[in-house]
Structure formats: C-alpha cells, structure tokens
C-alpha cells in the first residue's frame, strides 16, 4: 500500500521555464556569449545546476565539468536566478489541487529536485504554502538518478521505498525512481516527452492531475 508521494520540482509541478531562461539569458549576456531559446534550455534541464549551466555555455568555452569557467558561470547564473525565479514561475493547471486531494488522504507528500536546494525550499514554499512534509535540492546527497536522496525522502515521510511513488516528467526521474526501488508514475505534461519516460521505467504515465491523484489514490487504498 502506497503511504507516500514524492514529486519531482520543475515540469512535475511548477512550469519554471521562462524564470529559467531569464536568469541563463542574463548568465550568457554577462560573458557575451549568445543567448539560447526556451526549447534549448527545456533539452537541458533535469541533470542538476553545474550540467544545466554548462550545457547551456558556448561549445569550446570549457573543457570538463569542474572547469573554474563553470564555477564562474554557476556563480554569475546563480545571482541571476535569486532574482527572478518566483517572477513567473507557477503550478501547472490542476496540480495544486490534485496535490491537495492527496494531502487530504492522508498521504507523506516530498518534493525531490536536482535544482540547488536554497531556491527549491522556498519556491515550494511560496506556490505551495504548507502542503509538503519534506522538502529536498540538490545538495547533501548526490543528484538523481542516484537513489539515496530518494530512499531518506521516502524514510523521512515514514515510507519505506516500495510503499512510496515517484512523480516526474523526466527519464532522470524514472531512473531514479527504478534504482530507488520506488513506483515511478510519469507526467504527460512536463518537458519531456511520455515515450522516454516509458522506456526509462514509468509504470504509468499521467495525462492529468486529476489522472494522477485517481492513480496514487487507488494504490493507497
């Protein structure tokens, strides 16, 4: 029986593109390097800051990951984001009430992102005031898809792993939940297509919030 539901952050419950792109686009332009689109930016994301930024830079403009022009660029990013990243961020259509059911029901609710964790405590916190249990960024543990941020999150919300389903709109998510031992359920309506979801091990892909809160509902039952 299911006890608890942890979400994925960016394109499970909040579309954050446009913020994203703002603080990135600001990034770029203080280096002087070319701005990138909304679509660009969407292929990026879900691998945590340091990948996100980085694969947002200029081809050649760093060598590997720990490059010091990538600590830079992080730095500059990071200051670009504190200022915009609740400016148009908002819930996707239905979710805050689907979340709201399954609060409602009894259910451990958490929130997992790869995002750095000081903007993802208080974003949840502003879109959703007092809904979540545990509230969780990149940060103290190893980014997703590596299971142990999952599996504490699980614990913490008083689930062990296989009473507890995963929600995400990434393969990164579904990876995560499989090596978490968790139920992965996929969103329909995230940045990435169902397809890939599906073969990263969903279980279930939701075409709605209401399609959601149904499922997780019955498994709790």
Request: charged fraction near 25%; glycine fraction near 8%; hydrophobic fraction near 40%.
């Amino acid at each position: 029986m299911i006890k608890a539901v942890i979400f994925d952050l960016d394109g499970t419950l909040a579309d954050t593109l446009e913020d994203l792109m703002t603080a990135m686009n600001g990034m770029l332009r203080h280096f002087g390097w070319p701005e990138r689109t909304l679509e660009e930016l969407r292929s990026f994301i879900n691998r945590g800051a340091r990948v996100f930024v980085a694969r947002s830079m200029p081809e050649g403009s760093w060598n590997n990951m720990n490059d010091p022009v990538v600590d830079e660029a992080i730095e500059v990013y990071n200051g670009c984001y504190d200022l915009c990243f609740n400016d148009k961020t908002a819930p996707f259509p239905g979710v805050p009430e689907a979340v709201a059911r399954l609060k409602d029901a009894g259910l451990g609710l958490g929130v997992l992102s790869n995002k750095q964790d000081f903007f993802v405590k208080p974003m949840s916190e502003k879109l959703f005031p007092g809904t979540f249990d545990v509230i969780r960024g990149q940060g103290e543990y190893p980014e997703k898809p590596e299971p142990t941020s999952a599996v504490v999150t699980a614990r913490e919300l008083g689930a062990e792993p296989d009473e507890c389903v995963f929600v995400g709109d990434s393969d990164i998510d579904m990876k995560t939940a499989v090596n978490a031992g968790m139920y992965p359920i996929g969103v329909a309506w995230g940045y990435r297509e169902p397809e890939l979801l599906l073969e990263a091990g969903a279980a279930y892909i939701a075409d709605t919030p209401e399609d959601l809160a149904e499922h997780i509902l019955r498994m709790s039952v």
